[in-house]
């Protein structure tokens, strides 16, 4: 499936759910006077939604990698700021709640992973290196792909007949 905006995408969603997760489990009273902890794993959770975003609005195939490796990076950050709150005693009656959001992070990790593993040979360069030509040899192809797969059901249906 083709998406043509940031906000159709899976990981996306996903990662503004964890975002969304981050700051119900920020705002509670344990956070209240750890500001710097708090901020930072706000800013990090809310940081691979946006550059999923920013790397798909970029219009270039190496540049989107680039910012979903960034989104990686900021999901691992998350995680790891979970594994500090796990330790540390004030938060042990949290856990599982910080469990939970440590999957969440894990899953969007695992499928930026994915989405950039299926980028990285792909000949595609991007939206931002479309032209008339590259556009009408696109159209064309699939054209040329539809009538082959027409030409086969019609010989298929035939043989049907025939048999």
């Known amino acids: 499936m083709r998406y043509s905006r940031f906000e159709d ?45 920013e790397g798909f609005e970029r219009g270039t195939t190496q540049e989107l990698l680039t910012f979903l490796y960034t989104a990686r990076g900021s999901a691992g950050e998350v995680r790891s ?6 330790r540390l005693p004030i938060f042990t009656h949290l856990k599982s709640e910080i469990s939970n959001l440590k999957s969440k992070a894990e899953n969007v990790s695992r499928q930026l992973r994915g989405w950039a593993d299926s980028l990285q040979n792909s000949p595609i360069k991007g939206q931002r290196y479309l032209n008339k030509q590259s556009k009408r040899a696109a159209v064309a192809a699939k054209e040329r792909h539809d009538f082959l797969n027409e030409l086969a059901e019609i010989r298929a249906r035939t043989a049907t007949k025939k048999g």
């Open 9 to 53: 995408l899976p990981v996306w969603n996903s990662a503004i759910d964890l975002a969304v997760h981050t700051y119900e489990l920020t705002s509670k009273p344990e956070f209240n006077s750890r500001y710097s902890l708090r901020d930072q794993l706000e800013r990090a959770a809310v940081s691979v939604s946006n550059n999923v975003a």
């Open 81 to 86: 700021m979970l594994c500090l709150l796990e």
